[in-house]
């Protein structure tokens, strides 16, 4: 009787075993389908959601609103360099630095060591060459930057059977620069131009010019009295660091000189 007892209890607890570990391996099978050791059902549910948010801010206030340079003017109020504190509407002088500092659409105009300007745009009247002692005036000039021109309008009164000649002298050149003149017979006593009657480029970087304009015997051929101007242009460089000299005079048979 006791070996049958002992013989149905140890039967039972195998089956158990048994039926406990395909339990486990059902589980696992169960669980972890996309293991190697599986059945070889993988899992190839791959999350294709590729959705990327390419929603960039491109807001760069390209309304001109803000001030990019921090001079306290923004483009929508006359800034044309707002990435320059130096150049805006507010600037009080057009310095000689090739920039347009104060936005008026002209480029050192107003070049504080220069007195004459803006003689780029309005001529600088010297009057009546008869105004000056022995007909002669001398003047300095800056040539900023190098597509300056410097422009001076002067009076000469050619009486009857006089023989006059205009001089004109460029010296102190900037040593960066090579500038040439121009006169300019502006308007005559009839009211009539005559463009340009004499010039000079002969010179090189940092040499002197000169011209000489011959009127000829007034009264007899030609009356030559009017308006002329003598124009200082850049062919090179130019030069902020030193004015150039002008002396522009008048000689002849019946002048001072």
Known sequence: MFWSVMLVLGCHSKGGDADSGAARINLIDATDSGSATDDGDADTDIDADTDVDTDTDTDSDADGDEDGDGDGWTPNEGDCDDGNAEVNPGATSDDCDGLDNDCDGTTDEDFAG?????????????????????????????????????????????GWFDWFTVEVLLTTVPRNADLAIELVWVEDSDGASHGTVAEADEGGIGEDEFLSYDSGISGIWSDTAGIYEVVVYSKEGHGCEAPYELTIAETGLLVGR
């Open 114 to 158: 220069d007195s004459n300007e803006p003689n780029d745009i309005e001529a600088t009247d010297l009057g009546s060459l008869a105004d000056y002692d022995e007909e002669t005036v001398v003047l300095n000039g800056y040539i900023s930057p190098a597509h300056d021109v410097d422009v001076f309008r002067l009076y000469v009164d050619d």
